[in-house]
């Protein structure tokens, strides 16, 4: 046998990450960020080609997020952790470094992803609160 | 490790003159072990045929059901082994938070589908999920892995001595992503296929047909072939054809497919298209270079 491969649940979660153009990340149950799309690419400024799979705390330390202060927000109350740590979705408000240096607003939600054999990682996708109000304005 | 295929069409039977030649039952292949073991992989249509084949004294039959989509289990009620009391059967498949596996098959198996009830079964039958870590079966060592299909959905590789069977007959692994976009690791199926002497493995669609059946969990030959290659399998035999396609067709299918295969760098004698009562001829020990 070859050396153990993804679950497919994550498989095909990073395929449809993939194909959308909604910014998303996916980490695996160790908390490892193992896929962010092109979308999510654009708005951190890192494509995830040049950055590759980032530790639990490297992902954390590289995007963000921070409070409406600017004070980094603890990785243990980050959507995509709670919803690694206690298997439940989270949404919150956050800000992070976007790609021009500036600090954007994101709303986040994020859930858990559970496999047939139990649980496999979580996915989690932003949205600047900028493009929300430009889409409601333009509604 | 003999195998033998006795049915290898997809969705639906497609019995009648036009596929003769290649068979119309669906999804069936029977695996003989070297210590006798007999394995059968799916249950689709082409089941009958081999029960009424097998010796009446077998005494215990393996069936591992890759899910249970009608052309994989349609077949499971006229299994003759099912009706002699002296035969056990053991059936695995995929486990479903929604419901055990006996009572998703006793849905097919039951009225108003079925005059039989599962508990009527003369043989003593009992369901299993299939393990998630590697299980013994007689002298196979037999890995199940969950596969890109529609519903929960595993391909199987069974091990016995140097050969090695991967037989993943409903699968779509470039959904959503080309197969050279993807790391090893990240393409569906790779640790049940990589090396195998032999894969079986869905090809139902030409690249014509297969936009209008994206993410109908099934390949087109361009697919099948990446994949594969990719895999370095050293025997491939393109399974589950499409009930439209009929002899001339499949004719003309595999001799396009053959040639590129060869472009990729397969060799010709490792490309098979499999068709009823054939037996699939495994690759021997280093006899192939792996595309």
Redesign the interface.
Known sequence: ?????????L??A???L??ISTPAFLVDAEGTLVFFNEAAGALVGRRFEETGALGPREWGEAFGPFDEHGRPIPWDRIPLTIALQQGRPMHSRMHIHSASGDMQEIEVSALPIV???GFRGAMAIFWPVGSARKAEAAA | MKATVWGARGSVPAPGPETNRYGGNTSCVHVSLDDGSDLVLDAGTGIRCLGLAMRPETERIHILLTHLHMDHIQGLMFFAPLFRPETDVVIYGPASPEASLLDRIARYISAPLSPVEVRELPCQVSFLDAPDIEWQIGSATVHANSVAHRGPTLGYRITEGDSSLAYIPDHEPALGAPLEALEDEWISGYALAHGASLLIHDCQYTDDEYPAHVGWGHSRVSDTLAFATRVSVRRLALFHHDPMHEDDMLDEFVTEAAARWMALGGAPAALAIARERQSLEFAAPSAVTPP
């Open positions: 046998m070859a050396e153990a491969q993804k679950p497919l649940e498989i095909l990073r395929n449809l993939s194909s496999g047939t054999e």
